[in-house]
């Protein structure tokens, strides 16, 4: 019989939140090359052999590390090292000003790559007045800027005759190029899968190797840290992301831990491959820190560009009349067949669905394969935002994770989109997360960042309290009722959003055989007021054992 390490490390002196419910408060971690040994008081000092190091944590809050079950976490890193990042509440000048700027820095045929802009400014943008606009900004370079959802692109005139589009050129399957009513001349603004042939162009000028995509997931990691995450799932993997995941383990500098979605289809990145060919040789990078265990599929886009599949039509337009409900990537019966055959593979799977109409086709979907026996796999509603009521109770029934990304749930720039676009009372009928919990479904925090500036989650976390907008900007609350407390909202950014990623056998909670992950925090976020949340700083984040980050 081996006997355990001997404990290499003692943390002591802290208020400890285990999320373990055998035991959810202690004083001291015990910990042997980055597990912990023991979670209990004082009285644990008494047993200790040798002479570990010794932390003391001066009566500090500390948790698990915290978890987020949604985000993309290279494309963040990338942007934040190398890309102009704009304001999405800014008014077009604003934008075309930081444009300017950003262009005057870069040489005279360098891509003006990056994104942010307000979804809302698409009509504006839907002009070749805009057009003009940008391209004298840019100087003549080739442009491509995502929008504040990251599921639509503006273009330069430049970007656009490298990617071949032009007045003659047809939109492709699921994507449309917005043209001039006159002229039939692209506007510049990319709908959806519309985006790809520029995406293309773009990476074809772009020499990034391994190192270069390691470099830039270390830094989105950074981040993430710093808000004191330790384990999230990337919601949309492509081959060049699992390459450097392998890289960076391989090398001893993945310090979290990562399970990636393997993308079955794409309308917004123009990644290569895709589908089975991806997941047929996901298990040669599956690491000690990364497990490669979900695919992720498109089921619709997104409210603010009207691709969204709901079940009552959006506001009427001269564009889609007033029936138009949005569309869906896949049939029942395509979603159906790719739900079975990751199943059968041992795969399970994160679905994005924004509009209640894709969440229902997904649930019939899940209901299907779970009649076919396939008990294990994971099945996600990214991003959980409209869920029609009779849909609640099957979340539950079918055992399909609620994945709340982006934090939606309170006033928001984003929000005051889709009412531009969803009725009103509708609209503002977004997250249901008090009644999912109540229905007994599975929530998991998550940030979608970069589509949320930020990975932050203890802004989320307020909001999910408050329903009120934790920077203030925007006044009022959003269908408040729907508030949760702020245990479940810890639980859902922590040990929560573990379970729902397949990674709680490791971490999510501090127990005796898991990793000795987790955070100490400037505040105790269970004894302060609920407005006070927002505010949490992280003191330090540990990961295995080994300190991370310090402020």
Same mark, same amino acid.
């Given at each position: *019989?081996?006997?355990?390490?001997?404990?290499?490390?003692?943390?002591?002196?802290?208020?400890?939140?285990?999320?373990?419910?055998?035991?959810?408060?202690?004083?001291?971690?015990?910990?042997?090359?980055?597990?912990?040994?023991?979670?209990?008081?004082?009285?644990?000092?008494?047993?200790?052999?040798?002479?570990?190091?010794?932390?003391?944590?001066?009566?500090?809050?500390?948790?698990?590390?915290?978890?987020?079950?949604?985000?993309?976490?290279?494309?963040?890193?990338?942007?934040?090292?190398?890309?102009?990042?704009?304001?999405?509440?800014?008014?077009?000048?604003?934008?075309?000003?930081?444009?300017?700027?950003?262009?005057?820095?870069?040489?005279?045929?360098?891509?003006?790559?990056?994104?942010?802009?307000?979804?809302?400014?698409?009509?504006?943008?839907?002009?070749?007045?805009?057009?003009?606009?940008?391209?004298?900004?840019?100087?003549?370079?080739?442009?491509?800027?995502?929008?504040?959802?990251?599921?639509?692109?503006?273009?330069?005139?430049?970007?656009?005759?490298?990617?071949?589009?032009?007045?003659?050129?047809?939109?492709?399957?699921?994507?449309?190029?917005?043209?001039?009513?006159?002229?039939?001349?692209?506007?510049?603004?990319?709908i959806e899968a519309a985006?790809?042939?520029?995406?293309?162009?773009?990476?074809?000028?772009?020499?990034?190797?391994?190192?270069?995509?390691?470099?830039?997931?270390?830094?989105?990691?950074?981040?993430?840290?710093?808000?004191?995450?330790?384990?999230?799932?990337?919601?949309?993997?492509?081959?060049? *992301?699992?390459?450097?995941?392998?890289?960076?383990?391989?090398?001893?500098?993945?310090?979290?831990?990562?399970?990636?979605?393997?993308?079955?289809?794409?309308?917004?990145?123009?990644?290569?491959?895709?589908?089975?060919?991806?997941?047929?040789?996901?298990?040669?990078?599956?690491?000690?820190?990364?497990?490669?265990?979900?695919?992720?599929?498109?089921?619709?886009?997104?409210?603010?560009?009207?691709?969204a599949a709901f079940l009552?039509?959006?506001?009427?337009?001269?564009?889609?009349?007033?029936?138009?409900?949005?569309?869906?990537? *896949?049939?029942?019966?395509?979603?159906?067949?790719?739900?079975?055959?990751?199943?059968?593979?041992?795969?399970?799977?994160?679905?994005?669905?924004?509009?209640?109409?894709?969440?229902? *086709?997904?649930?019939?979907?899940?209901?299907?394969?779970?009649?076919?026996?396939?008990?294990?796999?994971?099945?996600?509603?990214?991003?959980?935002?409209?869920?029609?009521?009779?849909?609640?109770?099957?979340?539950?029934?079918?055992?399909?994770?609620?994945?709340?990304?982006?934090?939606?749930?309170?006033?928001?720039?984003?929000?005051?989109?889709?009412?531009?676009?969803?009725?009103?009372?509708?609209?503002?009928?977004?997250?249901?997360?008090?009644?999912?919990?109540?229905?007994?479904?599975?929530?998991?925090?998550?940030?979608?960042?970069?589509?949320?500036?930020?990975?932050?989650?203890?802004?989320?976390?307020?909001?999910?309290?408050?329903?009120?907008?934790?920077?203030?900007?925007?006044?009022?609350?959003?269908?408040?009722?729907?508030?949760?407390?702020?245990?479940?909202?810890?639980?859902?950014?922590?040990?929560?959003?573990?379970?729902?990623m397949g990674a709680a056998?490791?971490?999510?909670?501090?127990?005796?055989?898991?990793?000795?992950?987790?955070?100490?925090?400037?505040?105790?976020?269970?004894?302060?007021?609920?407005?006070?949340?927002?505010?949490?700083?992280?003191?330090?984040?540990?990961?295995?054992?080994?300190?991370?980050?310090?402020?």
């Amino acid at each position: *019989m081996t006997s355990a390490p001997p404990v290499r490390t003692v943390h002591r002196n802290a208020r400890i939140h285990t999320l373990d419910p055998a035991r959810p408060w202690a004083s001291v971690l015990l910990v042997a090359d980055g597990v912990i040994t023991a979670v209990g008081d004082e009285e644990l000092l008494t047993r200790l052999d040798g002479d570990p190091e010794v932390v003391d944590h001066g009566g500090a809050f500390l948790m698990p590390g915290l978890a987020d079950v949604h985000n993309h976490h290279l494309e963040a890193g990338r942007a934040d090292l190398f890309q102009l990042q704009l304001d999405g509440t800014a008014e077009l000048p604003a934008v075309l000003d930081a444009i300017r700027a950003w262009s005057a820095r870069l040489p005279a045929d360098a891509w003006v790559v990056g994104g942010g802009w307000g979804s809302r400014l698409i009509p504006e943008l839907s002009a070749v007045k805009a057009l003009a606009s940008l391209d004298e900004a840019a100087g003549g370079r080739p442009v491509l800027l995502y929008d504040d959802s990251h599921h639509n692109r503006w273009a330069s005139s430049a970007a656009l005759a490298l990617a071949g589009i032009g007045a003659s050129s047809p939109d492709p399957d699921g994507g449309t190029v917005v043209r001039d009513p006159a002229t039939g001349e692209p506007t510049g603004v990319l709908i959806e899968a519309a985006l790809i042939p520029v995406e293309r162009a773009y990476a074809a000028t772009a020499a990034v190797g391994v190192e270069d995509n390691a470099r830039a997931s270390l830094r989105g990691i950074e981040i993430l840290h710093s808000f004191g995450i330790t384990a999230f799932q990337d919601a949309a993997a492509s081959l060049p *992301m699992l390459e450097a995941l392998k890289h960076l383990d391989g090398t001893g500098r993945l310090d979290a831990w990562v399970v990636t979605s393997l993308l079955v289809n794409d309308r917004i990145f123009g990644a290569h491959p895709l589908g089975q060919d991806l997941i047929d040789v996901r298990e040669r990078y599956r690491s000690t820190h990364h497990r490669p265990d979900f695919v992720k599929i498109f089921l619709d886009g997104v409210p603010p560009s009207k691709t969204a599949a709901f079940l009552q039509p959006y506001l009427p337009d001269d564009v889609h009349g007033a029936e138009w409900r949005g569309e869906t990537t *896949m049939s029942l019966e395509e979603l159906t067949g790719w739900l079975l055959r990751v199943a059968e593979q041992g795969l399970s799977a994160k679905i994005h669905c924004t509009g209640d109409g894709a969440v229902r *086709m997904t649930l019939d979907a899940v209901a299907t394969v779970r009649a076919a026996g396939h008990v294990a796999p994971a099945f996600h509603i990214a991003h959980g935002q409209y869920i029609d009521e009779e849909d609640v109770p099957r979340l539950a029934e079918l055992r399909v994770t609620a994945d709340l990304s982006p934090a939606l749930w309170f006033p928001s720039a984003i929000v005051d989109a889709i009412c531009a676009c969803v009725p009103r009372e509708r609209a503002e009928r977004v997250h249901p997360n008090r009644s999912l919990i109540d229905a007994g479904v599975l929530v998991a925090g998550g940030s979608d960042w970069p589509v949320m500036p930020s990975p932050n989650p203890w802004l989320g976390i307020q909001g999910l309290v408050t329903r009120a907008d934790p920077t203030g900007t925007f006044p009022g609350t959003l269908w408040p009722e729907q508030g949760i407390t702020v245990a479940e909202a810890l639980h859902a950014y922590s040990l929560g959003a573990a379970r729902a990623m397949g990674a709680a056998d490791v971490t999510g909670s501090l127990e005796a055989g898991k990793s000795a992950d987790f955070v100490v925090l400037d505040r105790d976020p269970l004894a302060v007021p609920a407005d006070q949340l927002a505010g949490t700083q992280v003191v330090q984040t540990w990961f295995a054992g080994r300190k991370v980050y310090e402020n």
